[in-house]
């Protein structure tokens, strides 16, 4: 489930608390792109680039929910134990965590690879999806997300957790 890239370890430092975060991610089953925010000025990509990574981690976070072998025989009750897809991506320069909701909705987030693990954060980003994209009687599924109380809430969070972290490494 996780996949490591580069060698050698990291150690946190001032700059890397500060610019944890670089994108957050939303891909609908599918596989489409319906949202993306960076969190670093000035170093975003086109929206031809934003669309390819987007769909080629979905391709690969699909081929690996297929060929991992965590998959095989489990059914019923304990299906939750099967593999997902990829996870945790690692390399030098980047670290790369998804979580997919139980509807097949992916929200991964790249990071610097100093950063903590996301899950938590993720987890908070599905839920300010449910409360504020999937409960407007005007957004339509699968279509992008286009709403200014999603993209206040998920600003606030990104910068509280900012904040935290330049408190933390103080």
Do not use: W
């Not at 060698?7 to 489409?32: D, E, Q, T, W």
């Not at 170093?43 to 031809?48: E, F, M, Q, R, V």
């Not at 407007?136 to 509280?160: C, Q, T, V």
């Amino acid at each position: 489930r996780r996949v490591h890239g580069g060698v050698g370890s990291h150690s946190p430092s001032l700059f890397a608390l500060r610019a944890m975060f670089y994108s957050l991610f939303i891909v609908n089953k599918p596989g489409s792109l319906v949202y993306q925010q960076d969190f670093t000025p000035g170093a975003s990509l086109t929206a031809n680039d934003t669309i390819r990574l987007a769909s080629t981690f979905h391709g690969l976070h699909a081929i690996a929910a297929q060929i991992s072998p965590q998959q095989s025989g489990i059914k019923g009750m304990l299906k939750y134990l099967a593999s997902t897809g990829i996870e945790v991506l690692e390399a030098d320069t980047f670290k790369l965590q998804c979580y997919q909701s139980p509807t097949g909705v992916k929200f991964f987030l790249v990071a610097d690879p100093n950063t903590p693990d996301l899950e938590g954060i993720l987890h908070t980003v599905y839920e300010l999806y449910a409360d504020y994209v999937l409960k407007n009687p005007f957004y339509e599924l699968d279509m992008p997300i286009r709403i200014e109380l999603f993209d206040f809430h998920i600003d606030k969070l990104f910068s509280e957790n900012r904040r935290l972290m330049q408190i933390q490494a103080i």
